[in-house]
Nanobody, 125 residues
Framework: QPQLVESGGGLVQVGGSLRLSCAAS????????IGWFRQAPGKEREGVSC????????NYADSVKGRFTISRDNAKNTMYLQMNSLKPEDTAVYYC??????????????????WGKGTLVTVSS
């Protein structure tokens, strides 16, 4: 069974940092583009960041540019989202997803093949 499992979420104060991890199993992550998406209560899912299968191309939502960094370690079958300078509006359930096709932040995750169950990030003062 192809699986993605997120970890690293939690409660953090404004301006703090968190590093989310997404571990893949049951499929070869090397061949997949990976994306991070988030959904806040009462809001629609939105794209946060995407990275190509090789890691050579990345894209970010305007709201997180300069603060978040997406990366992947294909040898470990794992991808990451480093989140710095966190703001209250970053509060959401964060999901990782994989796709055989290019990932587009603007698509908000539609078309992604595999999804994790999410990890909650709460930013407060």
């Amino acid at each position: 069974q192809p699986q993605l499992v997120e970890s690293g979420g939690g409660l953090v104060q404004v301006g703090g940092s968190l590093r989310l991890s997404c571990a893949a199993s049951g499929f070869i992550l090397d061949y997949y583009a990976i994306g991070w998406f988030r959904q806040a209560p009462g809001k629609e899912r939105e794209g946060v960041s995407c990275i190509s299968s090789s890691g050579g191309s990345t894209n970010y939502a305007d709201s997180v540019k300069g603060r978040f960094t997406i990366s992947r370690d294909n040898a470990k079958n794992t991808m990451y989202l480093q989140m710095n300078s966190l703001k209250p509006e970053d509060t959401a359930v964060y999901y990782c997803a994989a796709s055989r096709f290019p990932c587009q932040v603007s698509k908000s995750g539609y078309g992604m093949d595999y999804w994790g169950k999410g990890t909650l990030v709460t930013v407060s003062s």
